[in-house]
C-alpha cells in the first residue's frame, strides 16, 4: 500500500524558534497532500490543503503567516511552524493522495508531536 | 454544517468479546463514512467505508453500516484480539470536497 512518512517524529524546540516538519509519500507520487492538527483527546482538525507546485489553502482560523506550508515535489510537503509558541504543542499530521484529493484516496502519515517550551 | 460524535474511550475488553464503537454524523448532502485505526506509533490506516446509504463496510472481521435514518455508522467486531487494540477514528468526508471530518477517536485495549 501507499505509504507515507513524517519526519521527525518529535520535536521539542524552544519558544520564538521555527520547527520545519517533512511530509513525504515514499511509493508514489502525491498531487496533494493535506496537513492536520489534533489537539488532546479532540478530533483532527484539517489546518491546509496544498498541491504541488502553487499555494497551500488554508482553512479558516489557521494563520498562513504563523504555519508555512511548501509543496514543492510530487513527494515532498513540508510545514513549518514560525516563532513557535507553546500553544502551538501539539501532535500534526499529514496526508497525501495522488488522486486529486478524493476523501478515499487520502494515506496518512504517523504524525509529528511538537512541544514547545 | 458536518461533524462526527463519537463514543469516549478509553474501552477496555478480553480477547473474545463483541465490541461496538458507536459514530453518528452530523452532514449535509450524501457524505462518505469511513473507520480509520491508528495503532501505536503509526500513522492512521483506512479500515472500512461507506459511500451511501445502506452500505456496510467490511475488513479485517470489522463491520459498520451506513445508516441514514439514524445518521449513525458503529463500527462492531464478533471477537477482538489483542492485536486489534489501537485507537479509532470516525471520519466522514461530503462529496462535494475532499475535507475530512473527525471523531475525537476512541482509543480501544483487549487484555488477554
Known amino acids: 500500500g501507499a505509504v507515507v512518512s513524517q519526519h521527525p517524529s518529535r520535536v521539542i524546540c524552544k519558544s520564538g524558534t521555527s520547527v520545519k516538519i517533512e511530509c513525504r509519500s515514499l511509493?508514489?507520487?502525491?498531487?496533494?497532500m493535506f496537513w492536520y492538527r489534533q489537539f488532546p483527546k479532540k478530533s483532527l482538525m484539517l489546518m491546509a490543503t496544498?498541491?504541488?507546485?502553487?499555494?497551500?489553502?488554508?482553512e479558516q482560523g489557521v494563520e498562513k503567516d504563523k504555519f508555512l506550508i511548501n509543496h514543492a515535489s510530487l513527494t515532498l510537503s513540508t510545514l513549518t511552524v514560525t516563532s513557535a509558541h507553546p500553544e502551538d504543542s501539539s501532535f500534526y499530521i499529514c496526508?497525501?493522495?495522488?488522486?486529486?484529493?478524493?476523501?478515499?484516496?487520502?494515506?496518512f502519515g504517523p504524525g509529528t508531536r511538537l512541544t514547545v517550551l | 454544517g458536518n461533524s462526527v460524535t463519537q463514543m469516549e474511550g478509553p474501552v477496555t475488553l478480553s480477547e473474545e468479546a463483541f465490541l461496538t464503537i458507536n459514530c453518528t454524523y452530523t452532514?449535509?448532502?450524501?457524505?462518505?463514512l469511513f473507520w480509520y485505526v491508528q495503532y501505536p506509533g503509526e500513522g492512521l490506516q483506512l479500515l472500512l467505508k461507506?459511500?451511501?446509504?445502506?452500505d456496510k463496510g467490511s475488513n479485517k472481521g470489522f463491520e459498520a453500516t451506513y445508516r441514514k435514518e439514524t445518521t449513525s455508522f458503529h463500527l462492531e467486531k464478533g471477537s477482538v484480539q489483542v492485536s486489534d487494540s489501537a485507537v479509532y477514528f470516525c471520519?466522514?468526508?461530503?462529496?462535494?470536497?475532499?475535507?475530512?471530518?473527525f471523531g475525537t477517536g476512541t482509543s480501544l485495549t483487549v487484555i488477554p
Open positions: 496526508s497525501a493522495s495522488n488522486r486529486g484529493g478524493l476523501a478515499s484516496e487520502q494515506f
Open positions: 511509493d508514489f507520487q502525491a498531487t496533494t
Open positions: 496544498s498541491n504541488e507546485g502553487s499555494k497551500a489553502t488554508y
Open positions: 452532514a449535509t448532502g450524501y457524505p462518505s
Open positions: 461507506a459511500t451511501k446509504a445502506d
Open positions: 471520519a466522514l468526508s461530503t462529496n462535494t470536497g475532499n475535507q475530512f471530518y
